[in-house]
T-cell receptor
């Protein structure tokens, strides 16, 4: 299995809602990432987990809260988002050196109303 | 910090022609240079990567060249096919991955 699976594929939420994005991989990768991608832009790093511990937080607002329950799962909890947070949220994983040979999921397309 | 510039932003070629995408980077300490392909509705997919101790790498129709002195690297796709149509991102890293802004490649049948 060489896939990173993200759910849901699409999500529409209001500014007062709480929702979660989920990511799963079964490749034995020990690093997992959350990226945000706006239309026609490159991915922007949000968080990195290494061996289930948060190793990088790229100054992301606290309305985004990551969680790594185990080595195969990564969640992103969303609360009180703003319309400008609408974007494609990508999960990725890698083995070996951090930030090398990333496997990306297909993403969750998030719309905040 | 690192800055990666990518050109062109759009590229249109006829099927069978070659395509070249170029990137420059600013941090001479960067030592890892991957290329990702992103098709519509999908996440980026690594297609080839190169380290700073190598000048060129090939994988079938795809090749990457690196010029450390000039701080630029290029993606070469030969015998292009319609399925090569996608957005291509270069990146540079010495720890943190910095992406270029992307090139939209269109291959016309």
């Amino acid at each position: 299995d060489t896939e990173v699976t993200q759910t849901p594929k699409h999500l529409v939420m209001g500014m007062t809602n709480k929702k979660s994005l989920k990511c799963e991989q079964h490749m034995g990768h020990r690093a997992m990432y959350w990226y945000k991608q706006k239309a026609k832009k490159p991915p922007e790093l949000m968080f990195v987990y290494s061996y289930e511990k948060l190793s990088i937080n790229e100054s992301v607002p606290s309305r985004f809260s990551p969680e790594c329950p185990n080595s195969s799962l990564l969640n992103l909890h969303l609360h009180a988002l703003q319309p400008e947070d609408s974007a494609l949220y990508l999960c990725a994983s890698s083995q070996g050196r951090a930030n090398e040979k990333l496997f990306f999921g297909s993403g969750t397309q998030l719309s905040v109303l | 910090g690192e800055n990666v510039e990518q050109h062109p932003s759009t590229l249109s070629v006829q099927e069978g022609d070659s395509a070249v995408i170029k990137c420059t980077y600013s941090d001479s300490a960067s030592n890892y240079f991957p290329w990702y392909k992103q098709e519509l509705g999908k996440g980026p997919q690594l297609i080839i990567d190169i380290r700073s101790n190598v000048g060129e790498k090939k994988d079938q129709r795809i090749a990457v060249t690196l010029n450390k002195t000039a701080k630029h690297f290029s993606l070469h796709i030969t015998e292009t096919q319609p399925e090569d149509s996608a957005v291509y991102f270069c990146a540079a890293s010495r720890g943190n991955l910095i992406f270029g802004k992307g090139t939209k490649l269109s291959v016309k049948p």
